[in-house]
């Protein structure tokens, strides 16, 4: 997935939560703002666990996107600081392994956002 693709993800979503408005000043600012990203991997040998991780994901962030081919899902869940900072997710089943990636803006804090999603999705999962 393009770098620039994640970008414009994240500066849209952040807009939506943004005191400063959704403008073109704002998401320049956003723009500049740095991507950090995290990735996870563990096994993952269940019974209909793609249409479970689909399940899972949609309980608290929105699917983007479901490849059924590569047994892929892209979403958007709120993380960080009271899950107000937007953090892109992509997971993917392959070979009794499942690959968790995430990307988040960060500012002049670190928040630790990218992770934090990949942290609450595995947990969320855990609790089924």
């Keep these: 997935m393009e770098n620039k693709y994640i970008d414009d993800l ?5 807009g939506r939560y943004s005191l400063f408005g959704n403008d073109k000043s704002t998401k320049y600012v956003f723009k500049k703002l740095p991507t950090m990203g995290y990735t996870h991997s563990m096994p ?3 019974d209909n666990g793609f249409a479970i991780c689909i399940s899972v994901l949609d309980s608290y962030g929105e699917i983007l996107d479901i490849n059924v081919e590569n047994q892929a899902i892209l979403g ?3 993380s960080g600081c009271a899950n107000m900072n937007p953090a892109i997710i992509v997971i993917q089943i392959e070979n009794k392994m499942m690959y968790i990636a995430s990307a988040a803006k960060e500012g002049l804090i670190k928040q630790k956002t990218a992770e934090k999603a990949v942290k609450k999705f595995i947990a969320t999962l855990n609790g089924i």
């Design 76 to 78: 958007m869940v709120g």
């Design 10 to 14: 994240l500066v849209e979503a952040i």
């Design 44 to 46: 993952f040998d269940c």
